[in-house]
């Protein structure tokens, strides 16, 4: 049984409905074939401001058009116009807390076969209201999986694949099963890709690094936000190099990042006590300053955050 929503309303084939309404048929292409892509963005209410601001839509949207691109599926919508609508269901919902938005692109067709040239896509979306991802944020306990991450020659991780998530889905079972909060995975080649649904970034010697982008992981929005954010506010170096499972037990520190786990330290891997075992300082620095920047705290990153209710929505 599913719980009864929170939430009221959808965007589905073309319009809002009520979120009871957004429903496909079981003989849909993108059910049996996973052939859609979604994404993931979180609204943060600031309480100060009575304002909800949704973060870096723009970049989101583009990676959800990229993704319906290597799909074959051509929207009716440019990026401004999602976001529009993204903008228009949160002043609907009317939201006073931080929640979370799940656009899906996906073949909407009733039919049979494998392929993705001439079907026919649909966009949807629905939110609801959000909190934590993770139950460890503070110190997240990870082993490395048995399974390894899907490869851009079968399956690109670069697109938000529907059907791809049957890879993170074993990745996450297995390390909860085993008793862990999360999962680190590793590429083809042996080396570090990321978790189940986020980036990572370990410490080394004061110098922050991370797997680059061809390492076989999802381009994060929220990497992408870290990267720059250390470089202009912490002033630290950071390098996009690969990187050894090994690596992560000499670390001094170690990070997931993504909109849904925001920004969580990893205290142990493979039963190894990262660092001092406990969050290290570059951790709680970078939390803290990207709580700020999220909720629109920081005036050198308002352009990051959209206003929901500030917004006079155009009729469409
Ligand atoms: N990797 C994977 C596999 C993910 O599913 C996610 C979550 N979208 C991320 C990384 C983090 O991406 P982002 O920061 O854009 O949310």
């Known amino acids: 049984m599913t719980?009864?929503?929170?939430?009221?309303?959808a965007f589905f084939e073309g319009k809002f409905v009520p979120i009871e309404d957004a429903k496909v048929s079981i003989m849909t292409h993108a059910l049996n074939y996973g052939t859609g892509a979604f994404g993931g963005l979180r609204g943060y209410w600031n309480s100060e401001e009575e304002e909800l601001f949704v973060f870096r839509p723009?970049?989101?949207?583009?990676?959800?058009?990229?993704?319906?691109?290597?799909?074959?599926?051509?929207?009716?919508?440019t990026r401004d116009e999602l976001v529009n609508i993204t903008l228009q269901l949160l002043q609907k919902?009317?939201?006073?807390?931080?929640?979370?938005?799940?656009?899906?692109?996906y073949k909407s067709e009733s039919i049979i076969?494998?392929?993705?040239?001439?079907?026919?896509?649909?966009?949807?979306?629905?939110?609801?209201?959000?909190?934590?991802y993770v139950s460890n944020e503070e110190g997240a306990r990870v082993g490395f999986s048995s399974w390894t991450r899907?490869?851009?020659?079968?399956?690109?991780?670069?697109?938000?694949?529907?059907?791809?998530?049957i890879n993170s889905a074993f990745i996450k079972t297995e390390a909860l099963l085993n008793g862990f909060d999360e999962a680190l995975v590793l590429d083809d080649s042996g080396h570090v890709a990321e978790g189940s649904a986020e980036n990572v970034f370990i410490v080394?010697?004061?110098?922050?690094?991370?797997?680059?982008?061809?390492?076989d992981i999802l381009e994060g929005i929220t990497r992408r936000t870290i990267i720059q954010l250390v470089r202009e506010q912490l002033g630290l170096e950071v390098v996009e190099r690969p990187l050894d499972r090994t690596e992560f037990y000499v670390a001094e520190e170690a990070f997931f990042c993504?909109?849904?786990?925001?920004?969580?330290?990893?205290?142990?891997?493979?039963?190894?006590?990262?660092g001092t075992g406990k969050m290290g300082p570059?951790?709680?620095?970078?939390?803290?300053?990207?709580?700020?920047?999220?909720?629109?705290?920081?005036?050198?990153?308002?352009?990051?955050?959209?206003?929901?209710y500030a917004q006079v929505p155009s009729a469409k």
């Open 58 to 77: 723009y970049e989101h949207y583009e990676r959800v058009l990229a993704s319906a691109k290597m799909l074959m599926i051509d929207l009716p919508y």
């Open 113 to 132: 076969g494998v392929r993705l040239n001439n079907l026919e896509g649909q966009f949807s979306l629905f939110s609801i209201p959000f909190g934590r």
């Open 282 to 308: 570059i951790v709680r620095d970078l939390r803290d300053l990207y709580f700020r920047v999220v909720r629109g705290q920081h005036p050198d990153y308002r352009h990051w955050v959209t206003p929901v």
């Open 93 to 105: 919902e009317g939201y006073r807390e931080d929640c979370y938005l799940r656009p899906l692109v």
């Open 3 to 9: 719980a009864k929503p929170q939430n009221k309303y």
């Open 150 to 165: 899907v490869s851009d020659n079968s399956v690109p991780a670069r697109g938000k694949f529907t059907g791809a998530y």
């Open 258 to 274: 993504g909109t849904g786990v925001q920004l969580a330290a990893i205290i142990e891997v493979d039963h190894r006590p990262v």
């Open 204 to 215: 080394r010697n004061g110098t922050l690094i991370t797997p680059p982008v061809n390492a």
